[in-house]
């Protein structure tokens, strides 16, 4: 999966967010994601709460 800054050099929000959905998105909704930044979550939390990624 590609992912991370998109403030740097070769960034892209497009496809940081299309590889997010198509990637993660698309596993179980109890799928635990361990993001590196921040606290457990699952997969089912982050489509219904996450205001950057939520389902279009």
């Known amino acids: 999966m590609r992912g991370g800054r998109t403030d740097l050099l ?3 929000w497009e496809t940081l967010v299309e590889s997010i959905r198509g990637q993660v ?5 109890e799928t635990r ?10 997969v ?6 996450n205001m950057f990624l939520g389902e279009e």
Do not use: Y
């Open 10 to 12: 070769g960034g892209d």
């Open 25 to 29: 998105f698309t596993l179980p909704k």
């Open 33 to 42: 994601i361990l993001s590196g930044h921040g606290g457990e979550t699952r």
């Open 44 to 49: 089912g939390e982050e489509k219904a709460g």
